[in-house]
């Protein structure tokens, strides 16, 4: 593994783990943050993403560009063939000091994975890589936490989820800055792209597109047809992800992204501290066996227990602002 | 749609959305809570979960039990013919007044799933089904603790993911009581059972099967094979998965699952509150906009930042505890 890579890696399993000294570390990086271009991709599993990350760090390459490739795995226990086959497909970049790449599984982090995405974006960041991708598998809640990371979200779909697309249109428009009809040699590849296109066509790198929907902001979502596999259209679709950068620049947009991103880990850094904190105290609390045991004899139910107990806490804390709390170092 | 499934479908959508009404009426169902055998059928995507839920639904009803069905499907807002396909193979039910099937997608729901589901095994629990099958989509973090809902839990697994369950036996044994092998008309079928087998057979119902592993509790992990479509070993897995039941019941193991799962939902249930208590305080703090500022302007990072409200909160908790803490109601 490359040197650099290494520190990058080291310090990434550090955070992992929630370890202290990684957090420090953390700490000292953050003046070097905001400059990367954090790019998500999303969508249904099958839709060949991970091909479609491996294309676009190869043409992002090709610009010149340095990348870091997050790739977040929820079903990863069970990661079949095709998913490590993907994976070895990435090793084609194992020589190149430009790309880092980093695989993460759900499985066993607590708290979830945003978090841990987060900081390994920050770490990515502050050591210059100049795009990062974020590849996550499907949309539940954790991934559209993951998205909320990204600049440019680009939403990859295939041929033949028509039925379904229809009845989803709605949801699924909302997530995506891009979409990408991906395996555009398949046969209802057209169709497809016709199923999404609701507003007039729009120009970006003097290429039309046809146009799923007009964000708040005024961008209209382009539809990228894309073979991943056999490389067509990847330059259109890279060119399209950076006039979105230069838009959202543009109109202040990006820094507001990267300031609603930072306030929101803020919170979930805190909430997460405030719980840990919390059940700790729980934890050597004596009086909470009582509590449990009164909840398994079913002589009292969870949400009452809890209400009480909650109750409790707020008590103290107004016992406690009513004159003792400190707050001087606000 | 049936009457109680009405009632139950009703309450159920009150508690997705943590209605306080909801939640009273679900206070006063808990006593008749504690008597349902709750069954998880878990697994990657592609194994015929769905399928294999209405093959069971099918033989447990013709052994005289009622069923009630959760299906959570974390890809939801995706899914695509076949999952669609196979909720509506479920409509054979909907005739019959002893089964009830409801989907949750994980979109949306803030806090996990688990809680959600705590709360709709309860209901359907204290409405009488006997049999409540919870079905869930891979083993993310999210389906994890879903898993620990469960008293028996089946892990369903198809021919052809060979190479990777040799990698990933360990972390996929612990999982479940049962292990199926899905889509056995399929070649491997064979070869992925006696891949899975390490221990001696077990006999189950009279029948050999072979085993997987032994739990500590000395359950001999079975592995049963099973074509769903054909409906072929269904009836064999039916038997095994009471034996199971019965095996826990008699060692007073059912309980015990009973008794965690109920301290492990009070304590979830707490720190939810606690954290939504502790977020409702801060957006009415006007000093929380001063610490978000400093990190938007990157003059504070968000762990130092959280690390001193928590700090803050800490002494003023402190300063509490010393004398003005209410004891008396615990």
Redo the contacts between chains.
């Keep these: 593994m490359k040197t650099l890579d290494r520190s990058i890696s080291r310090l990434i399993s550090l955070l992992e783990r929630r370890n202290p000294e990684g957090?420090e570390e953390?700490?000292g990086l953050?003046?070097k943050?905001?400059r990367a271009h954090v790019i998500g991709i999303t969508?249904?599993?099958g839709a060949g993403k991970s091909c479609l990350v491996a294309a676009l760090v190869r043409e992002i390459r090709r610009r010149g560009k340095t990348v870091g490739v997050l790739a977040v795995d929820?079903?990863s226990?069970?990661?079949?063939?095709a998913i490590?086959g993907d994976r070895a497909r990435m090793t084609e970049f194992s020589g190149d000091n430009g790309v880092f790449i980093r695989s993460f599984s759900?499985?066993?982090?607590?708290g979830?994975l945003a978090p841990v995405i987060n900081d390994a974006v920050d770490v990515l960041d502050a050591f210059g890589k100049e795009v990062i991708i974020v590849e996550t598998?499907?949309?539940?809640?954790?991934e559209?936490d993951i998205a909320k990371i990204a600049h440019t979200v680009v939403l990859t779909l295939v041929p033949?989820?028509g039925?379904?697309l229809q009845a989803?249109k709605a949801?699924?428009l909302e997530i995506g800055d891009i979409l990408v009809v991906n395996k555009s040699d398949q046969p209802g590849a057209d169709g497809a792209v016709n199923d999404l296109s609701f507003e007039m066509p729009v120009t970006y790198g003097g290429k039309e597109f046809q146009c799923a929907n007009i964000k708040a902001d005024q961008w209209g979502v382009p539809i990228a047809k894309v073979s991943a596999l056999k490389g067509d259209g990847v330059e259109d679709l890279v060119t399209v992800i950076f006039e979105h950068l230069m838009f959202i620049t543009e109109r202040n947009i990006f820094t507001g992204i990267c300031?609603k991103r930072?306030?929101r880990?803020?919170?979930d850094?805190?909430?997460q501290?405030?719980?840990d904190?919390?059940?700790e105290t729980?934890k050597t609390d004596r009086?909470l066996q009582?509590?449990?045991n009164k909840?398994?004899n079913?002589k009292l139910?969870?949400?009452?227990?809890?209400?009480?107990?909650?109750d409790?806490?707020?008590?103290?804390?107004i016992?406690?602002?009513n004159g003792?709390?400190?707050r001087n170092?606000?």
Tied chains: 1, 2.
Excluded at 77 to 81: A, E, I, L, N, V
Excluded at 106 to 110: F, T
């Design positions: 957090i953390l700490k953050y003046c943050c905001g969508g249904p599993p929820p079903s226990p069970f990661s079949d063939g490590l759900a499985r066993g982090a607590s979830g598998v499907g949309v539940g809640q954790v559209m033949g989820y039925d379904s989803m949801g699924i300031q930072r306030s880990q803020f919170l850094i805190l909430t501290q405030v719980r904190r919390f059940l729980l009086d009582k509590w449990i909840i398994e079913l139910d969870p949400y009452s227990a809890s209400e009480q107990v909650v409790l806490v707020e008590k103290a804390r016992l406690a602002d003792t709390t400190p170092n606000r």
